[in-house]
């Protein structure tokens, strides 16, 4: 029987179901939100039976409400895989009589199927809200309840509710998935009786949108979250695995105001036990909780960024009670595997600067060699080792001071592999021996799963996959065929694969050595940097933890006692979080408006008592030096209906006034900083008002008792590192050239000034730096810290530096700080570049190949081109069956590189291709003509070929010409002519080592190897002794497997003693600053062996400063500084390091910079200012005057008098005699006269 329209249903407007008129609702999203009740129907069902409420269901529309009346039920499943009650794309209220024993009670029988058998579901509700609310849920007596969650809710359900129901004895009471935001509100949760559950949840998991939402800006402290508040959650049994709720995949959730008993919060990163596949959650608020019972944590985060703070802890929570890790370390998961630096999904980046460079050994070697470092031996074992040039990777087996010894795979990693059993020029991948799950490697949550066609060459992202095929996206591409036939082997891969990874170290490889940090959504993260896979690196975000507290003491976010050893650094507090206050966080609304559909609030709230003027929320500050901002703070206001919304201020130059800000929302903020023009000598008064939810306004306002605007008499001060002005248009980087001759850029750091802050920043450009004559002359900027100067007309060769000053509230300015110069290296070159001079065929460097057998690749490489404006940044290259054409390839760009292989080509046996290279310079021009290669055949393979490859004529070793000793213990090379095989030819060359020249002893140190088409060879991971010789023998083979009739065998290298490593530093002496003057001086030193220079130098010994370091190794050094400051005392150091990057480096040394030829002007009162120990200060008729010094608090510190001098030195000490410290002072000097000037003084030491 089909559902007939209830009888009791009735059109309900507003006006006729209640008297709305009182209710002035004034916010934006609350109108929203019940402007579609406003002309909704209401469904009464005709009892509580399931199917009676289906029918009501099904003949609502959005914004309609079905109404269970009173009365006790049990809900059971009755199709398969079908809820109890569907509800599907409907905006609509579930609304019960009451959760009293006289209300409406649904007892749970659905049975224990976990998915969408479920008492009430909610699916395809994109955009529309939903509510349940007034209904008891009871799974009593019935050891399966609640086994596929109460409410299930998936898609995007906005601003839904859930309210005022009760779950008694169930498994798991909601379940969301999807990008969704609402709020779960007064419910209680109670689990009494022991059903053998062995993962019961309040909330069983808030599982979001994956992908998309690591994708989406950061919505902290807004509403854009599923918020918990206001329930009551119980654990009767106390048990390990019992999560009051569970965040992943991207969700953002606000726990709040709750009362928990027994249970913890899991707040997952990448990878759960249950989906290996998910991604981490991406933010998680839990404050203001009073928690109590037992469990073996709180809050388990690993994953994601948050806050946790003001929770109130009782009861034995132990040892965790917010503790912080990574699942997949150290357990790893089925698809993501463990963060141990050889996942291609993490940020991995170098464990710090002295875990990253370039190989220095040969070509294809086995162990990393870098002989600048000075490791110590083994401590990179264990960490994850990366070719960044061949894109391979390996853990860390063993390392000396300049080796790092790994096993080499491919960087990506491949998940499984098989052949294609499907039919040929398939584009879908047919595997029959497989029983993948459903949507294993699936594209739309993950965006990292890719099949490779190991035979094809060809490369797809996954798109689905069944038991026992794969679709990729777009299908696949790179490749031959670029489909799939019968036999082709396959790699399912996670990250996407590259092709020709070699696996071994050759000369200029780029590596690092890494533990995995940033792991994939690790804490601390958040936003990935791009779309699909393009991961990182991930936004930078920590977790903040404040005001908590366990059984009364203050309790602190910590890494997990068990997981410290396997983190290894990868979480660290100070950089991933914090235990102190957010800055600039402040929470959402509380309660969430929508908690208050249902409140009638008619009533305005009281505005706050008390007023400050200042930022302090202790001292009312009673004057400002600033005229350019005003600040204040207040207590908060109340309302015991709705609660606060927000607050409305004003500002006048009288108690209550409007004058200079009329009344201005201004949020749920408890302070405020308002700019305006101000006045000198007027008082500025606060006034306040509060704002409930409802959007009425407290009847009366809190005013401030007034601040005075005052004048600054003392200018800004710049102040340790913020003295630093770096060349170049990008924060905090510093550049040294430049190939503009028309722009500069600068950049620097932020001054300040304690009385009247800094309103803005003035630069000058000097060829000179501080002293000289100025280019542009001094240009005042606003509250900047960058400047960009354009049409200028510079020269190539000449150094030019920026100078800035900042400026101060009151208009003084500072003293100027200074960059350490950019050289203009080139015009706006217009040359076009000079194209290499030779192209080699094939990949080996400097090696011309004649043939190739491969009918898919070509290589090639070459000599660099030349610029001498700009320089060369790239090239590109063509490849044709003539020299110059571009018919087999056409003009592609490659970085700065000399060798390049293509593959993917279709190439015909019997045909010579040729590749021509141009040039690209620095200012993007490409040469006008090309350089082309001589060719290489490509050799149809005579199947019938049965003559022998000819013989190698020479082997030389070593690289080059022939050498006759090494001193390597682990290493060899050599090198040879080419052959040609005119039928098949050659396929690739042979190679053994050994301690004769034929024989036995011919290949007793390394067996016959395969070295490809290479003609050189570096062997290395030998064993070799001292004073023995060794010989390297190598045959050809061709291409029907045939090899040369005979060997040829290099005339032997014998491996000596090497030299006595240098493991000493150079001795320094002799260090003296000569030709000190007021803004310069020279540091010379000498070394007992020769070492280059370099000298570190500042106002203190932190050293802010250093010169260009001059490489050319000396005995004598000499260094010049430039741009010092007149009358100041600078600290520096030497440092120098020999030719086996042995570094020494001096104690400190100083000096003082003599003072300025001009006497120091009638105004200044105070100086040295900032002083680095004594100050003296003067003012007309000084003698028998008075200096009063104080710190900014107003607590004097001394008083200083000398009845005869016209200057009154402070030699930094207290009434007491002792030094006082370094920071801002303020004095006050009174002649005898009686005049008076104050002023502030900067201690530097």
Wanted: net charge negative; glycine share 12%; proline share 4%.
């Amino acid at each position: 029987m089909g559902c007939v329209k209830n009888a009791d249903t009735r059109f309900a407007r507003a006006t006729t179901r209640r008297n709305m008129k009182s209710l002035k609702i004034r916010l934006f999203l609350f109108t929203i939100f019940l402007a579609p009740a406003l002309y909704a129907d209401i469904h009464t069902s005709t009892s509580t039976d399931q199917g009676a409420v289906q029918c009501a269901v099904d003949a609502a529309s959005d914004g309609d409400t079905v109404e269970i009346p009173a009365g006790t039920v049990a809900w059971t499943t009755r199709k398969s895989n079908t809820p109890c009650v569907l509800v599907d794309n409907k905006s609509i209220t579930i609304k019960g009589a009451g959760i009293g024993p006289s209300g409406t009670i649904i007892q749970d029988n659905t049975g224990t199927s976990w998915g969408p058998e479920s008492p009430i579901n909610f699916r395809n509700g994109t955009g529309k809200s939903l509510r349940v609310t007034g209904i008891k849920f009871d799974g009593s007596g019935n050891n399966n309840a609640g086994k596929s969650s109460i409410i299930w809710a998936s898609g995007s359900w906005l601003d839904f509710r859930i309210d005022h129901c009760v779950f008694l004895n169930l498994e798991t009471a909601v379940y969301l998935t999807g990008f969704q935001t609402g709020v779960i509100d007064h419910c209680t949760y109670y689990l009494i009786e022991e059903h053998g559950y062995s993962n019961p949840h309040f909330i069983a998991s808030v599982f979001g949108d994956g992908v998309n939402a690591w994708k989406r800006p950061l919505t902290i402290g807004t509403s854009n979250a599923i918020f918990m508040e206001d329930n009551y959650i119980e654990f009767n049994q106390i048990a390990t695995n019992d999560p009051i709720y569970a965040v992943k995949n991207g969700a953002s959730t606000v726990f709040r105001h709750n009362t928990t008993k027994n249970g913890f919060v899991e707040v997952w990163g990448t990878c759960t036990p249950q989906a290996g596949t998910t991604r981490g959650m991406v933010n998680n608020e839990f404050y203001e909780n009073t928690i109590g019972g037992e469990s073996y944590a709180m809050v388990g985060i690993s994953g994601g960024t948050g806050v946790v703070f003001n929770n109130t802890i009782t009861g034995d929570y132990s040892p965790d009670r917010f503790s912080l890790w990574i699942y997949r370390s150290p357990w790893g998961c089925d698809f993501y595997g463990p963060c141990d630096g050889t996942n291609p999904l993490d940020g991995n980046t170098a464990f710090d600067s002295t875990a990253a460079g370039a190989h220095t050994g040969g070509n294809n070697g086995a162990v990393l060699e870098c002989s600048t470092k000075s490791w110590a031996n083994n401590q990179w074992v264990g960490y994850a080792a990366w070719n960044m040039t061949d894109y391979s990777k390996g853990f860390v087996t063993a390392n000396t001071s300049t080796t790092i010894t790994v096993t080499l795979s491919e960087g990506y990693v491949i998940r499984d592999t098989g052949t294609h059993t499907g039919t040929a020029n398939a584009t879908v991948l047919t595997c029959s021996g497989k029983s993948w799950p459903s949507m294993l490697y699936r594209w739309p949550d993950q965006g990292c799963f890719y099949i490779y066609n190991v035979t094809d060459g060809s490369i797809g992202k996954i798109t689905a996959n069944s038991a026992n095929t794969i679709t990729a996206s777009g299908g696949l591409s790179g490749g031959t065929n670029n489909t799939w036939n019968t036999g082709d082997m396959f790699q399912v891969c996670l990250s996407s694969p590259r092709i020709g990874v070699q696996k071994d170290w050759d000369t200029g490889d780029v590596f690092k050595i890494t533990n995995g940090y940033p792991c994939l959504d690790q804490v601390g993260r958040w936003r990935d940097a791009g779309p699909d896979d393009n991961y990182h690196p991930q936004a930078f975000e920590p977790y903040y933890a404040w005001g908590n507290t366990y059984n009364g003491a203050s309790e602190n976010l910590k890494i997990r006692d068990w997981h410290l050893s396997y983190l290894n650094g990868i979480i660290l507090e100070g950089r991933d979080f914090y235990n102190m206050v957010k800055p600039g966080y402040a929470p959402y609304t509380y309660p969430h408006p929508l908690t208050l559909q249902d409140v009638v609030d008619t009533s305005s709230p009281i505005a706050p008592a008390v007023v400050r003027d200042g930022t302090s929320t202790v001292t009312d500050v009673a004057f400002t030096y600033s005229t350019t901002s005003l600040a204040a703070n207040w207590n908060s206001g109340s309302d015991p209906d709705s609660g606060i919304y927000g607050y409305i201020i004003a500002v006048g130059t009288s108690a209550g006034g409007t004058g200079l800000v009329g009344w201005t929302s201004i949020g749920n903020f408890t302070s405020t900083r308002t700019y305006a023009g101000l006045v000198t000598g007027a008082t500025y008064y606060f006034s306040v008002k509060a704002v409930n939810i409802v959007g009425l306004v407290s009847t009366g306002a809190a005013v401030s008792d007034g601040q005075c605007v005052i004048t600054d008499g003392t200018p800004p001060f710049w102040g340790g590192a913020g003295s630093s002005v770096r060349d170049g248009a990008v924060a905090g980087v510093d550049i040294s050239t430049t190939i503009s001759t028309a722009q500069l850029s600068a950049n620097w750091d932020a001054a300040t000034d304690a009385e009247s802050g800094i309103s803005g920043y003035k630069y000058a450009i000097g060829i000179a730096g501080f002293g000289g004559g100025y280019l542009v002359n001094w240009t005042t900027l606003g509250n900047v810290l960058t400047a960009t100067r354009g049409s200028l007309t510079l020269v190539v060769g000449s150094t030019y530096y920026f100078s800035v000053k900042s400026i101060n509230g009151a208009g003084l300015e500072s003293d100027l700080s200074n960059s350490n110069g950019v050289l203009v290296i080139s015009t706006a070159d217009a040359t076009a570049p000079n194209p290499p001079a030779n192209v080699y065929d094939g990949a080996s460097t400097g090696i011309d190949s004649v043939s190739t057998i491969s009918s898919s690749t070509l290589s090639a490489n070459w000599t660099a081109g030349t610029d001498a404006e700009s320089g060369i940044t790239g090239y590109r290259y063509a490849i044709g069956t003539t020299a110059g054409a571009t018919n087999t390839a056409a003009w592609a760009t490659i970085g700065n590189l000399l060798t390049v292989t293509r593959n993917g080509l279709a190439l015909s046996a019997g045909t010579t291709y040729y590749f021509s290279i141009k040039s690209i310079n620095g200012n993007n021009l490409v040469s006008a003509t090309a350089a082309n290669s001589n060719g290489q055949y490509v050799v149809a393979i005579d199947t019938s070929d049965i003559t022998a490859p000819p013989n190698i004529a020479q082997v030389r070793d070593g690289l080059s010409s022939d050498v006759d000793s090494s001193t390597s213990l682990t290493q060899l090379s050599a090198n040879w002519d080419e052959v040609i095989d005119p039928e098949s030819g050659i396929a690739r060359y042979w190679y053994a080592i050994g301690t004769q020249q034929s024989g036995a002893g011919a290949s007793d140190t390394r067996g016959w190897t395969d070295n490809g088409q290479s003609t050189s060879l570096t062997a290395t991971g030998l064993t070799l002794s001292q004073n023995v010789t060794y010989y390297i023998s190598v045959k050809a083979e061709n291409g029907v497997g045939m090899q040369s009739a005979s060997t040829a065998t290099s005339n032997g290298q014998v491996v000596l003693p090497p030299a006595p490593p240098d493991t000493s530093s150079p001795a320094i002496s002799g260090i003296s600053a000569q030709n000190v003057a007021a803004t310069g001086a020279t540091i010379v030193w000498t070394t007992d062996e020769l070492s280059d220079s370099l000298v570190e130098y500042g106002r203190t010994v932190n050293y802010d400063k250093s010169t260009i370091k001059d490489i050319v190794l000396r005995i004598s050094h000499s260094m010049a500084l430039a741009n010092l400051l007149p009358g100041s005392e600078y600290h520096f150091r030497v440092i120098s390091v020999d030719a086996g990057g042995n570094e020494a480096a001096s104690a400190d040394y100083t000096f003082t910079t003599s003072a300025p030829a001009q006497p120091i002007p009638e105004t200044v009162h105070a100086y040295p200012n900032p002083a680095k120990g004594a100050v003296k200060f003067r003012i007309a008729n000084m003698a028998g005057g008075e200096v009063a010094v104080y710190a900014v608090s107003g607590r004097l510190i001394r008083k200083l008098t000398d009845a005869s001098a016209a200057e009154i030195e402070w030699d930094g000490k207290n009434a007491a005699g002792e030094k006082v410290g370094r920071g801002i002072y303020i004095y006050k000097i009174t002649s005898t006269a009686g005049d008076t000037v104050t002023g502030k003084i900067a201690l530097t030491k």
